[in-house]
């Protein structure tokens, strides 16, 4: 990542999960992704920060009002990304859309990614994750 106020941002996000403090990390989530700057950066690198929170190991099975915020800023960042065809975002909308208890979008977000993947590469670990993503939901 290029932007220092990005990787300040991050670190932040960082050092308060590692803290134990998940409440305060999911708000400075939820307020780097409200903020106009998030969406001034680089596509790769709002990606790479996308994935930090959505793809995150060990969340609870229902999110915390908080979480739920950070989950819906998400998708608002991700709805900007989506349009440019790349499978990995569709997952990410996915995920998110399967935190906040929409399954009916999200398996037509996975679907409509898998299609996107298949095309691309048949063989690819996405395509795989994907199948998998589409039969859960």
Avoid: W
């Avoid at 969340?59 to 349009?83: D, H």
């Avoid at 935190?99 to 298949?118: K, N, Q, V």
């Amino acid at each position: 990542m290029a932007n220092e106020a990005l990787v300040k941002s991050v670190k932040d996000i960082a050092a308060a999960s590692k803290a134990g403090d998940a409440e305060g990390a999911y708000r400075g989530y939820h307020q780097l992704f409200d903020s106009e700057a998030f969406a001034s950066y680089r596509v790769e690198d709002q990606r790479q920060v996308l994935r930090l929170m959505i793809l995150a190991k060990g969340l609870p099975p229902k999110p915390t009002p908080v979480m739920s915020q950070a989950y819906t800023s998400a998708m608002s960042c991700l709805t900007r990304i989506v349009p440019l065809g790349d499978a990995a975002d569709y997952e990410l909308l996915g995920v998110c859309q399967v935190m906040l208890g929409d399954e009916a979008s999200a398996s037509e977000t996975f679907r409509a990614g898998l299609a996107i993947e298949r095309a691309r590469d048949p063989q690819s670990k996405l395509c795989g994750t994907l199948m998998k993503r589409v039969s859960m939901v």
